[in-house]
């Protein structure tokens, strides 16, 4: 798998850019034949460690939702492009995100190195599927920027990187060999076979349905 990245947001303007902006780099993103677009961001949610934390999220712009129906009705030549969203940190359901929660998009939550979600994990009912990250005994080990990890013997890693945002890229690193396999697939088959294949966590407590959903 190959990489294309986008940088959304500045280290000195939050604010970031326009909505317009946005759904052009989506758009975009789309026409280059990209098969996944990953988005480790989203709307800031509430305080994880407090429950019925009240917080308000901002409806989903249609600049953005006209872009994400646009990468799944254009991209790879028709067959779609793949949009997977971190789910997000709040510990709290995910239907007020209308970005990760779109219908057409792989909404990601986060599963610790015991076996159970990690404790900020947003959840509900339009999350599709989880992915590892921290929360447990470890985190995850990749490379830090400019020299800042927390490896003893390397300061280019660290072992403790966590959230949705890096369960996310593992499932869009995972739909990315989905399609290395089979370029074929459409995107709608992609996510039935990301939510067909998952392994449950937590069967004592996931509270499982009829259809396998937690």
Known sequence: CTLRCSQALSETDVSGITDADMGRRFAAFADLGSAVINNSWGPAGGDPYIWDDDYTIPPLPSLISDAFDYCESSGRGGK?????????????PLSPNEYAAYVTNVAVGAV?????????????LQLDISAPSN????????????GNGDMPDDDNYTRS???TSSASPFVSGVIGLILAANPELTAAEVRDILKRSARRIDQLNG???EEGHS
């Open 112 to 124: 610790d190195d015991q076996g159970l979600k990690s404790i900020y994990s947003t959840y509900g």
């Open 207 to 209: 509270q499982y349905d």
């Open 161 to 163: 990187f966590g959230g």
């Open 80 to 92: 779609g492009t793949l949009i997977v969203f971190a789910a997000g940190n709040g510990n709290q």
């Open 135 to 146: 929360g447990g005994m470890n985190g995850i080990v990749t490379t830090a920027a400019r």
